[in-house]
């Protein structure tokens, strides 16, 4: 070969003018080979374009083929003349086409065309070809470097290729309802790049018309997002009177309806167990048969965008470390709702495996005593696809981060169910005793506990057609440049003297991006090659046991110093501790921030610290929040107006989707001087509801102290940063207290009686002695004047019998009244009107009037039968104004007319 291969002359190597700087155009296009791969019979047409990227005028510009008569010996040499270094062919086709004469700027099409038979190729193989651009000079104006695969006669070698299809990108949420980026939208739109992946993929037409269909609701997009209303007030049902169990239920109605559920549930399974039976799987029945390697997180990101209004971050890689990052709020995306339901459609007829939710760094995980969540990564993935495009990833595969793994991830896929890995070169090398290509399956070492018949495979990617398939195919010529490469990595690899039943694995990198025209290619040439036949990857079975050869090494790891760091895991645990504390109380132990989480553990984030910082930020905060919508709504001071009470605490869970499961702790900054009884401590809270507990008190001393209430999960952990607060003041007299406030009322009472009944007495008095004198007035009769002042007095004795207290101090007035004389001979003195004494008044005429006064003033039944004795103590009989005073100087001074020469004694303040 090296003898048909010369170096280039330097005089060759570029144009004598200088090209523009700012001018980008590739001075040689090269449009279109075909066909791909030629045979003697075929004929080489090789179509383009010239530019003249320089600033001056090229004339007489033609362009030829150059070529090799001898085949690439190895696969490594198509990299060295790809790259235009090293020897080059010299053999000249037999056509050449004149552009003419370009001015700046200018440019030309060419058409080559060769009968493959002139060119003398020598057998079956890969040759080198260079379709180049000179001037009438000779200099170089251009040159594309290609292949020419020859399949020689009859005899062509074959190699089987089965295909990974990838539909991944990288992380795009924070926490659940925002957004790095608006990649997403990007993406998904009908020009975008996982719509074109999924479109060729395919390999038929598909619409990304919405059309007319609320596809919302055909999707089943808007289930999750159903609001529980929160009630205003708590109603008698939510208030916790009693301790639920650790399993709560509506009750025996509740237990009830489960079991009926339950048997419909299995009625039904069966049914659709039977129908599944009768309906067959749908299968691809055209095209080349793939595997999709889907990526749970973008799935999920997906279903997110489409199911609801949500916030995008603005220039996340601009944001300052410690700053909140600018948001923007978008609506439901309509292009990511049409993809999901074109993706469905599609995806059902191949097979669908998933990476790690988020492709999480399993191995750093691992390594960092994270296991739980590199399980979770893989339980979280399988649930997403599930949700995203109702149907299972097959759980027999396996395709850890990067397609590489140690034997802990290997033993962690292992464990969670898989049995085929689909890996990269460097995991599972080939054995360095080998030349050519060996065949992409591989087993694996047993797992420890494995069943017996359990045979786990590697299912290696060729790292040569990973390289081809990512080469740049957007500008102009580079897709034919690129499916020239791919047929030729292709024939060259089934060329090889490798024996028969090889298969090669063709994956592309995770977050490929190759031009529709591209994608499309490479299946069809799948097809269409003649050394190519399409394999499902699902057929692809290890040899038996006697036949294999030992042609690749054991799993080896190379991503050791790339993985990410214990310093970013340890901040990754820092946010798990916030997570772990709000799932504490979820009832039904579901995580709704794992998802979060996972993204956070992304490969992703390996070299890109200051975004991940800002993205872990917004996932604490939002984590914060959540934990602060299960609260204590706090209430207004309480007041203690006796020694016992009861207050009502009110919490509240403005979770809109998850019950929680609470302790209640309530406990008093000063227990010697209020003390808490019994109350519920455990009890559950729906959605959006709000429940009152009733918490007892008692103050032991009057005085202000302070309620500290707080919620924790059942281990006494506070799901809150700060206690609530409750003032509490203690006003109530105590029974000491209520003891002395009778015993002081009633001595009140006891002292006021008798100048009550005084008060009464000397009211009677005044109205019998104005009765006597008016009878005096009237008769001649000295007898008859007695007589009607005895009755007179016998009437106001008589009314005294009626006043409490006051019956002995009538008895008296009445004998004075008819001239009788006390009984133990003794007589008051006499009170003159200026005051003054004349004769010692007995006492116990004194006593009696101040009972009768006492009486007087507390019978209130007297006072309102009659209105004028129901008249303040201080007015007159008619009810005017009229002072004790007066009325005594009053009484002093009327006559005596009983007959008994006594003068009238008053009953004023003189005594």
């Given at each position: 070969m090296?003898?048909?291969?010369?170096?280039?002359?330097?005089a060759?190597?570029?144009?004598?003018?200088?090209?523009r700087?700012?001018?980008?155009?590739?001075?040689?296009?090269?449009?279109?080979?075909t066909p791909?791969?030629?045979?003697?019979?075929?004929?080489l047409?090789?179509?383009?374009?010239?530019?003249?990227?320089?600033?001056?005028?090229?004339?007489?510009?033609?362009v030829?083929?150059?070529?090799?008569?001898?085949?690439?010996?190895?696969?490594?040499?198509?990299?060295?003349?790809?790259?235009?270094?090293?020897w080059?062919?010299?053999?000249?086709?037999?056509?050449?086409?004149?552009?003419?004469a370009?001015?700046?700027?200018?440019?030309?099409?060419?058409s080559?065309?060769?009968?493959?038979?002139?060119?003398?190729?020598?057998?079956?193989?890969?040759?080198?070809?260079?379709?180049?651009?000179?001037?009438?000079?000779?200099?170089?104006?251009?040159?594309?470097?290609?292949?020419?695969?020859?399949t020689?006669?009859?005899d062509?070698?074959?190699?089987?290729?089965?295909?990974?299809?990838?539909?991944?990108?990288?992380?795009?949420?924070?926490?659940?309802d925002t957004?790095?980026?608006?990649?997403?939208?990007?993406?998904?739109?009908?020009d975008?790049?996982?719509?074109?992946?999924?479109?060729?993929?395919?390999?038929?037409?598909?619409?990304?018309?919405?059309g007319?269909?609320d596809?919302?609701?055909?999707?089943?997009l808007?289930?999750?997002?159903?609001?529980?209303p929160?009630?205003?007030?708590?109603t008698?049902?939510?208030?916790a009177?009693?301790?639920?169990?650790?399993?709560?239920?509506?009750?025996?109605?509740a237990?009830?309806?489960?079991?009926?559920?339950?048997?419909?549930?299995?009625?039904?399974g069966?049914?659709?167990?039977?129908?599944?039976?009768d309906?067959?799987?749908?299968?691809?029945?055209?095209?080349?048969?793939?595997t999709?390697?889907?990526?749970?997180?973008?799935?999920?990101?997906?279903?997110?965008?489409?199911?609801?209004?949500?916030?995008?971050?603005?220039?996340?890689?601009?944001?300052?470390?410690?700053?909140?990052?600018d948001?923007?709020?978008?609506?439901?995306?309509?292009?990511?709702?049409?993809?999901?339901?074109?993706?469905?459609?599609v995806?059902?007829?191949?097979?669908?495996?998933?990476?790690?939710?988020?492709?999480?760094?399993?191995?750093?995980?691992?390594?960092n005593?994270?296991?739980?969540?590199?399980?979770?990564?893989?339980?979280v993935?399988r649930e997403?696809?599930?949700?995203?495009?109702?149907?299972?990833?097959?759980?027999?595969?396996?395709?850890?981060?990067?397609?590489?793994?140690?034997?802990a991830?290997?033993?962690?896929?292992?464990?969670?169910?898989?049995?085929?890995?689909?890996?990269?070169?460097?995991?599972?090398?080939?054995?360095?005793?080998?030349?050519t290509?060996?065949?992409?399956?591989?087993?694996?070492?047993?797992?420890e506990?494995?069943?017996?018949?359990?045979?786990?495979?590697?299912?290696v990617?060729?790292?040569?057609?990973?390289?081809?398939?990512s080469a740049?195919?957007?500008?102009?010529?580079?897709?034919?440049?690129?499916?020239?490469?791919?047929?030729a990595?292709t024939?060259?690899?089934?060329?090889?003297?490798?024996g028969?039943?090889?298969?090669?694995?063709?994956?592309?990198?995770?977050?490929?991006?190759?031009?529709?025209?591209f994608?499309?290619?490479?299946?069809?040439?799948?097809?269409?090659?003649p050394?190519?036949?399409p394999?499902r990857?699902?057929?692809?079975?290890l040899?038996?046991?006697?036949?294999?050869?030992?042609?690749?090494?054991?799993?080896?790891?190379?991503?050791?110093?790339e993985?990410?760091?214990?310093?970013?895991?340890?901040?990754?645990?820092?946010?798990?501790?916030?997570?772990?504390?709000?799932?504490?109380?979820?009832?039904?132990?579901?995580?709704?921030?794992?998802?979060?989480?996972?993204?956070?553990?992304?490969?992703?984030?390996?070299?890109?610290?200051?975004?991940?910082?800002?993205?872990?930020?917004?996932?604490?905060?939002?984590?914060?929040?959540?934990?602060?919508?299960?609260?204590?709504?706090?209430?207004?001071?309480?007041?203690?107006?006796?020694?016992?009470g009861?207050?009502?605490?009110?919490?509240?869970?403005?979770?809109?989707?998850?019950?929680?499961?609470?302790?209640?702790s309530?406990?008093s900054?000063?227990?010697?001087?209020?003390?808490?009884?019994?109350?519920?401590?455990?009890?559950?809270?729906?959605?959006?509801?709000?429940?009152?507990?009733?918490?007892?008190?008692?103050?032991?001393?009057?005085?202000?102290?302070?309620?500290?209430?707080?919620?924790?999960?059942?281990e006494?952990e506070?799901?809150?940063s700060q206690?609530?607060l409750?003032?509490v003041?203690?006003?109530?007299?105590?029974?000491?207290?209520?003891l002395?406030?009778g015993?002081?009322?009633?001595?009140?009472?006891?002292?006021?009686a008798?100048?009550?009944?005084?008060k009464?007495?000397?009211?009677q008095?005044?109205?019998?002695?104005?009765?006597?004198?008016?009878?005096?007035?009237?008769?001649?009769?000295?007898?008859?004047?007695?007589?009607?002042?005895a009755?007179?007095?016998?009437?106001?004795a008589?009314?005294?019998?009626?006043?409490?207290?006051?019956?002995?101090?009538?008895?008296?007035?009445?004998?004075?009244a008819?001239?009788?004389?006390?009984?133990?001979?003794?007589?008051?003195?006499?009170?003159t009107?200026d005051?003054h004494?004349?004769?010692p008044?007995?006492?116990?005429?004194?006593?009696a009037?101040?009972g009768?006064?006492?009486a007087?003033?507390?019978?209130s039944?007297?006072?309102?039968?009659?209105?004028?004795?129901?008249?303040?103590?201080?007015?007159?009989?008619?009810?005017?104004?009229?002072?004790?005073?007066?009325?005594?100087?009053?009484?002093?001074?009327?006559?005596?007319?009983?007959?008994?020469?006594?003068?009238?004694?008053?009953?004023?303040p003189g005594?």
């Amino acid at each position: 070969m090296t003898a048909a291969l010369f170096p280039i002359p330097a005089a060759l190597s570029s144009v004598r003018t200088e090209p523009r700087a700012e001018d980008t155009a590739e001075p040689l296009v090269v449009e279109r080979i075909t066909p791909d791969a030629v045979d003697d019979d075929s004929t080489l047409r090789v179509t383009g374009r010239v530019t003249n990227t320089t600033d001056a005028e090229l004339d007489d510009v033609t362009v030829r083929l150059r070529y090799s008569r001898h085949p690439f010996s190895g696969r490594d040499e198509l990299d060295e003349f790809a790259s235009g270094s090293g020897w080059q062919p010299n053999a000249e086709g037999p056509e050449e086409d004149g552009v003419g004469a370009l001015e700046p700027g200018a440019d030309g099409d060419y058409s080559l065309s060769t009968p493959v038979d002139e060119l003398g190729l020598s057998g079956y193989g890969v040759y080198p070809m260079v379709i180049e651009a000179v001037d009438g000079d000779g200099g170089v104006v251009g040159a594309q470097y290609t292949f020419l695969p020859f399949t020689g006669g009859d005899d062509v070698p074959s190699v089987d290729i089965a295909w990974v299809w990838p539909l991944v990108t990288d992380p795009q949420r924070a926490d659940d309802d925002t957004f790095l980026s608006d990649r997403v939208s990007e993406e998904v739109d009908a020009d975008g790049r996982l719509s074109r992946l999924l479109a060729a993929g395919a390999q038929t037409d598909l619409s990304f018309d919405p059309g007319e269909d609320d596809l919302v609701e055909l999707l089943g997009l808007g289930e999750d997002q159903e609001e529980t209303p929160v009630p205003d007030d708590p109603t008698a049902e939510e208030t916790a009177e009693g301790l639920p169990s650790e399993e709560p239920t509506d009750g025996e109605d509740a237990e009830e309806t489960a079991e009926g559920e339950d048997g419909d549930q299995e009625e039904t399974g069966d049914g659709d167990a039977a129908d599944e039976e009768d309906e067959e799987e749908p299968t691809r029945t055209e095209g080349v048969p793939i595997t999709w390697a889907v990526d749970p997180g973008t799935l999920d990101d997906i279903v997110r965008a489409a199911s609801d209004e949500y916030s995008v971050v603005q220039e996340l890689e601009d944001v300052p470390a410690g700053t909140d990052p600018d948001v923007e709020r978008f609506e439901a995306d309509q292009s990511a709702q049409v993809w999901l339901r074109e993706a469905r459609r599609v995806l059902a007829q191949d097979t669908v495996v998933a990476t790690p939710y988020a492709s999480a760094d399993l191995a750093a995980l691992v390594h960092n005593d994270m296991g739980a969540d590199a399980e979770a990564a893989v339980r979280v993935g399988r649930e997403a696809v599930l949700r995203a495009l109702a149907m299972e990833a097959d759980g027999a595969y396996a395709v850890p981060p990067g397609g590489v793994m140690d034997e802990a991830v290997y033993t962690l896929l292992a464990e969670a169910g898989a049995e085929r890995f689909v890996l990269r070169e460097p995991t599972l090398p080939a054995a360095g005793w080998l030349s050519t290509t060996p065949t992409a399956q591989a087993p694996l070492p047993p797992v420890e506990g494995d069943a017996e018949g359990v045979e786990r495979v590697g299912l290696v990617a060729d790292d040569g057609l990973t390289d081809v398939l990512s080469a740049p195919t957007g500008g102009p010529g580079e897709t034919a440049l690129a499916l020239q490469r791919f047929a030729a990595e292709t024939a060259m690899i089934a060329g090889e003297n490798a024996g028969d039943d090889r298969v090669v694995v063709a994956s592309p990198e995770a977050r490929w991006d190759p031009d529709p025209a591209f994608a499309s290619g490479v299946l069809e040439a799948s097809e269409e090659l003649p050394w190519l036949s399409p394999e499902r990857l699902d057929d692809v079975e290890l040899a038996d046991e006697s036949e294999r050869e030992d042609t690749r090494r054991g799993l080896t790891y190379p991503d050791a110093e790339e993985e990410l760091s214990s310093t970013y895991l340890s901040q990754i645990q820092d946010v798990n501790q916030d997570v772990r504390l709000f799932n504490s109380v979820l009832v039904g132990g579901s995580d709704p921030f794992r998802p979060a989480v996972l993204r956070l553990e992304s490969t992703y984030w390996r070299d890109r610290g200051a975004p991940a910082g800002v993205a872990r930020s917004l996932v604490l905060g939002t984590i914060q929040e959540h934990r602060e919508d299960v609260r204590i709504i706090p209430g207004e001071p309480v007041t203690l107006a006796s020694p016992t009470g009861i207050t009502g605490i009110l919490v509240a869970n403005d979770l809109e989707e998850e019950t929680v499961y609470v302790h209640l702790s309530v406990y008093s900054a000063n227990a010697e001087r209020l003390a808490i009884g019994e109350y519920t401590q455990r009890f559950e809270i729906a959605p959006g509801a709000k429940t009152t507990v009733y918490v007892p008190l008692s103050a032991r001393i009057n005085g202000r102290t302070e309620l500290y209430v707080s919620l924790q999960n059942t281990e006494g952990e506070p799901i809150s940063s700060q206690d609530i607060l409750i003032p509490v003041n203690a006003t109530g007299l105590g029974t000491q207290a209520l003891l002395i406030s009778g015993i002081g009322l009633l001595i009140l009472v006891v002292a006021l009686a008798p100048r009550a009944l005084r008060k009464w007495t000397r009211r009677q008095a005044s109205r019998s002695a104005e009765e006597a004198d008016g009878a005096a007035a009237e008769g001649a009769d000295g007898g008859a004047d007695k007589s009607a002042t005895a009755d007179g007095a016998e009437n106001e004795a008589a009314g005294a019998d009626e006043a409490p207290d006051g019956g002995a101090a009538a008895d008296r007035s009445a004998d004075e009244a008819n001239g009788d004389a006390p009984a133990d001979g003794r007589t008051d003195e006499a009170t003159t009107a200026d005051g003054h004494t004349d004769a010692p008044a007995d006492d116990r005429t004194n006593e009696a009037a101040d009972g009768a006064e006492a009486a007087g003033t507390t019978d209130s039944g007297d006072a309102a039968a009659d209105p004028v004795d129901g008249a303040p103590p201080d007015t007159g009989d008619d009810g005017t104004g009229r002072s004790s005073g007066a009325d005594a100087a009053e009484e002093a001074t009327e006559p005596d007319t009983s007959g008994t020469g006594h003068p009238r004694t008053p009953d004023g303040p003189g005594r």
